[in-house]
């Protein structure tokens, strides 16, 4: 029983002094062709005319990220800005290296939050652009 309450209280501490690691994954097993920098690559424009059919009066936030490497990280970036009451769809292109989010027009876009949501998944938001429809 002493073993299992100093594991659990090391593990606590492990986890206090690094709240953020536990919520990064390992790439290890996937394949990874290389990583994608999004600020070099353009949006697919196909891609793009997809996703704002029926998004009339809303606003894109255009995210370039960088890290991005495997389906897992695109999969956990939606995951997380699905769980965003004010995000009315979202869409993440691995090959490109961005992230579409559409928000109401009367919503205020802060590049903090989402270079946070983003990091919490593991990758880095490193500008943004603002559409309105």
Request: net charge negative.
């Amino acid at each position: 029983m002493k073993k299992l309450l100093f594991l659990s209280i090391f593990t606590s501490i492990i986890w206090a002094e690094n709240p953020h690691e536990h919520m990064h994954h390992s790439h290890e097993g996937h394949l990874h062709e290389q990583l994608v920098d999004g600020k070099k690559l353009e949006v697919d424009p196909v891609r793009f005319d997809k996703f704002v059919m029926g998004l009339e009066n809303s606003q894109i936030a255009v995210v370039n990220v960088q890290g991005m490497v495997c389906d897992f990280c695109a999969r956990g970036i939606e995951k997380t800005f699905k769980k965003d009451k004010n995000v009315k769809k979202i869409d993440v292109d691995l090959s490109k290296g961005k992230v579409l989010i559409a928000y109401n027009n009367n919503q205020e876009i802060k590049f903090d939050d989402i270079k946070e949501k983003i990091l919490i998944n593991g990758q880095n938001a490193i500008d943004m652009t603002v559409l309105d429809l």
